[in-house]
């Protein structure tokens, strides 16, 4: 099971890279905000099974590391999403992330 | 299998390029800010590659965590400034400027890359490990032997924080106009965590990687965290004593403990025989708790008041 971990990294990776779109052609911030959150959880996963690739238990606290400081990503863009829209937001011409009323 | 391994490689270093080109060059900021916050994930991806894990936690925790939220905060500073259509240099001249001197640059790494002593100093340091107090090598360097780097690394960051005092007050933090049930939620719910992976790391520092800087980033991150939850700072008190006195901790401590080497008739930093493990421990968790303030110090931006709450002042 252990040989088709790197396949399984390789595949996770090639993930990310296809993901890198939504970075560049947004359309909206929340798009690539969404999208950087998609590449933290597939850190996670890329560290934990180079972890158990090379047993490096070490790496499982990298892993670790990576899920918290994810939250906090998310957390910044949400608490700025949803304060006062600043006027000279990103994107045209979608409208950013939810205005709710 | 080595294929497989090559093309993860290989996909690696074009995505980190591809990313830092799309950090520098976005004429839109919050589009850099987002590349350079993935840059940092999946440099840390390519610090694991590298079997630096620790170099890797560093740069989790600190580069795509901490200052991926002091980046998207600083952006609201920015927001009243107009919109730039154009990308930030002309093509032509960037293509002129940046070939030629990215080649240079490269020549010159590769350059001294190749004049690197071949074995390093991996081999003495760890020879001299059982003399220094830890089980880790890294931890050694950073606390013992080079524990003077350290010393100046705190240093800048306290520059940093006092350069952010200077500059005011602190401004009032984001707060969602739409209140949300969920954010206190998470931030009560995620804090202990953060606190509890922060004294791992801070133990674990002594004989695997781990130590002083990720723990202190990660309890800083939770602080921000805290904050951007809807807590306020919690520490006040007039003319900030508490915040000074752990702002300056850490370099108090390691440049007491270097001046103890000093004034017993040694060298500067060099710990009385068999006391370097209670010493590194000292230092350890000072260094790591004033860490931590100091990021949280950079993410506020300004002075903390020293009175009342912060909607009262405004």
Known sequence: ?101 | MALVVLAFDLLLAAALIWLAWQATRAADLFHAVVSFIVFGLLMALAWVRLEAPDVALAEAAIGAGATGALLLSALDRLARRPRRHAPLYEPGTAWGFWLPAGSALLAMLTLAAWNLPAPGLGNEILASLSASGVEHAVTAVLLNFRALDTLLEIGVLLLAAVVIWALGQAPPPLVPSMPSPALPALGRLLFPIFVLVAAYLLWRGSHGPGGAFPAGAVFGAGGILMLLAGARPWIRSSEHGPWRLILSLGMAVLLAAGVAGTLSGQDFFQYPKGTAASFILVLEVAAGLSIALLIFALYLRGKPREHGSWGAAE
Do not use: H
Request: aromatic fraction near 6%; proline fraction near 10%.
């Open chain 1, 1 to 101: 099971m252990t040989e088709l971990y790197p396949v399984v990294a390789l595949l996770l990776l090639l993930n990310i890279v296809v993901g890198l779109v939504r970075i560049l052609r947004g359309p909206t911030a929340a798009d690539r905000m969404l999208a950087a959150e998609m590449f933290g959880t597939s850190a996670v996963v890329i560290v934990l099974l180079m972890a158990f690739v090379t047993d490096n238990p070490s790496l499982v606290d990298v892993a670790l590391v990576f899920a918290l400081l994810a939250a906090l990503a998310s957390v910044t863009f949400v608490s700025r999403a949803w304060s006062a829209m600043p006027p000279s937001d990103p994107d045209p011409p979608c409208p950013d992330v939810e205005r709710k009323p």
